[in-house]
Structure formats: structure tokens, C-alpha cells
């Protein structure tokens, strides 16, 4: 079976612009969570959905949003991004409360 | 709230050696994770301890947790350099938040 996909794996944007990160968790996996790993740092949990609603948020600003379809996969977006959001972002998807598969993440750099 | 400390953060080894990477938090967390991350990669999942004295091996590594004492700790027999990599202790705050270490950078040394 496929593991968690994700796309684009990089991208370079501009202060000030928007982004959007995709994710397609592993198949029958209907939860799926946002992690910002800034380098030299461990994760931060950013959003957490299960069933298309939202289950968690992590101390992130309103310009990031989230959002999971139908299919469970899901997109991270952020708006007026900051130098400070040049993160790798990784999306993780569970079956089970237990356990967490990290897909390969985007790296994003804001210049 | 979970927060989670690792030490060390730095660690150079020698091949054949042993070590013990320290991972505490400072709440009740009814799961303990482990991940390694390879320089530029995403987790691998390591090991998942569920209850008080749990202990898992696989390999080279073995982890265990004590709920008690808020600890848990990986240790590394005969360390070879494959194992280079860092290391994340995390655990898990209101069932959704997986709060990570700030992880050991590890090195093995021929």
C-alpha cells in the first residue's frame, strides 16, 4: 500500500503570498494532521481532522487554515506568509489514536 | 499543558559503544513515541509505549517507559553507523496534539 502522500514536495514563494500544501493520507486512514518543523526543531502540531471536521489545533496564527475532503485527503494553507513560516511541513495520517505515519513533508522556503 | 525535554541534544559515539538518550515530560502523557529522522527526511516511527514499564527492542535500540517517574529512554547497544540520525521523543496532549522533543542529534564515530 501507498504511505501518506504529499505535494509539492518544495516551494519557494514570496513574502506576502499564500500557500497550499496537499496531503492524501494512507488508504482507510480517515485523520490526518499538520506539523510545522522548523530546522534544528521537533514538530509543532499545527491542525488535527477527523471525519472533515476539525479535532485539534495547535498555537498557530488565523493565517493558517486546513481543511479535509471528502476522500480525507486534506490541504494546509497559509496566507500572508511570513519569513518565518520557511518550515518543512509534514502531514501524518492514523487509523488508530496510537499511531502517526509521517509522509515525506513540503519543504516550503519564504524569501 | 505537555511539554517534553530530551537530553542530550548532542551526541557523538563510537561504534561499538552503548548509550542512553533521556527523554522526560512534565505531565501525564498515556503514550510515549520515539521517530527517527534522517537529514532532510521526514518520522520514521521507532516505538509507541503504551503503559508503565513498557520496553520495546527492535535491533539496536531499545525503548522503555516509566509513567511514574515521567521518563522514558532509548538506549543504543553496540552503536553502528547506521544509526546516525536524530532522534525524537514525543508525546500526546488532548488525544490530537503530538507534542515532540527537541530531539539528539546522534553520531556514530568508526
Known amino acids: 500500500d501507498a504511505g501518506v502522500t504529499q505535494s509539492p514536495t518544495h516551494l519557494i514563494k514570496t513574502r506576502g503570498q499564500q500557500v497550499t500544501l496537499r496531503c492524501s493520507p494512507i488508504s482507510g486512514h480517515k485523520s490526518v494532521s499538520w506539523y510545522q518543523q522548523v530546522l534544528g526543531q521537533g514538530p509543532q502540531f499545527i491542525f488535527q481532522y477527523y471525519e472533515k471536521e476539525e479535532r485539534g489545533r495547535g498555537n498557530f496564527p488565523d493565517r493558517f487554515s486546513a481543511r479535509q475532503f471528502p476522500n480525507y485527503s486534506s490541504e494546509l494553507n497559509v496566507n500572508a506568509l511570513l519569513l518565518g513560516d520557511s518550515a518543512l511541513y509534514l502531514c501524518?495520517?492514523?487509523?488508530?489514536?496510537?499511531?502517526?505515519?509521517f509522509g515525506p513533508g513540503t519543504r516550503l522556503t519564504v524569501t | 499543558e505537555l511539554k517534553v525535554e530530551q537530553n542530550p541534544l548532542f551526541l557523538s559515539m563510537q561504534e561499538g559503544k552503548n548509550y542512553t538518550i533521556y527523554c522526560n515530560y512534565s505531565t501525564t502523557s498515556d503514550r510515549l513515541y520515539w521517530y527517527r529522522q534522517d537529514p532532510g527526511k521526514s518520522l520514521e516511527s521507532l516505538f509507541v509505549l503504551l503503559s508503565n514499564g513498557a520496553v520495546k527492542q527492535e535491533g539496536r535500540l531499545m525503548a522503555s517507559l516509566d509513567t511514574k517517574a515521567r521518563l522514558s529512554t532509548l538506549h543504543i547497544t553496540a552503536a553502528v553507523h547506521d544509526l546516525s540520525a536524530t532522534y525524537f521523543c514525543?508525546?500526546?496532549?488532548?488525544?490530537?496534539?503530538?507534542?515532540f522533543g527537541a530531539g539528539t542529534r546522534l553520531t556514530v564515530k568508526p
Open positions: 514525543a508525546g500526546m496532549y488532548n488525544n490530537n496534539d503530538m507534542r
Open positions: 501524518a495520517s492514523t487509523l488508530t489514536l496510537y499511531e502517526q505515519y
